[in-house]
């Protein structure tokens, strides 16, 4: 990535400040700029005033820079790949996880649905059962009061029939 040489070719100047200045190619920011600016040289040698050797030089500081600052951007973009894939592996999980939550959480209501549904059959069947039971109760009850009345009826009218023999017999 980072590590073989570019085939972009890059042109630059050195103005009459000794500022590099990027004609054509590639933007460096302003810390490239001040590192290239710097005296010191990597073998130790001093800094030869010639043109070319200078510009063979800063070609080749140039060339490092941007070695490093590719190097680093493609460090910085496989991080973010790489944390992106963590975060959206842990998305997924989390989706996963809640979409089991609710499925789980709807299994539950739609049993307590059931089990509601199944609580109100059984109710309304002993409610059935009971109106059965007290219509029946009071049927029995009609039976009884009517026998009762019977009963009675017939008692009074013997009681009557032998009121009436017993005074006949003694007056």
Request: proline share 2%.
């Amino acid at each position: 990535m980072g590590g073989g040489g570019s085939t972009r070719r890059v042109t630059f100047e050195a103005d009459e400040n000794e500022n590099i200045t990027v004609v054509k190619g590639v933007r460096l920011s302003d810390s490239v700029i001040d590192r290239m600016k710097e005296p010191s040289s990597p073998s130790g040698r001093p800094h030869r005033s010639s043109s070319a050797v200078n510009d063979e030089e800063l070609k080749k500081r140039i060339a490092e820079e941007l070695a490093l600052e590719r190097a680093r951007r493609d460090s910085e973009a496989q991080k973010r790949r790489f944390f992106g894939k963590i975060l959206d592996r842990e998305r997924i999980s989390s989706n996963e996880h809640l979409t089991r939550a609710i499925l789980r959480e709807r299994a539950a209501t739609e049993e307590e649905r059931q089990k509601a549904q199944r609580f109100a059959k059984q109710l309304e069947e002993k409610d059935r059962e009971l109106k059965k039971h007290d219509a029946y109760y009071k049927e029995q009850l009609a039976r009884l009061e009517e026998r009762s009345a019977q009963f009675y009826k017939v008692t009074t009218e013997q009681y009557q029939k032998a009121a009436d023999e017993v005074s006949a017999r003694f007056k």
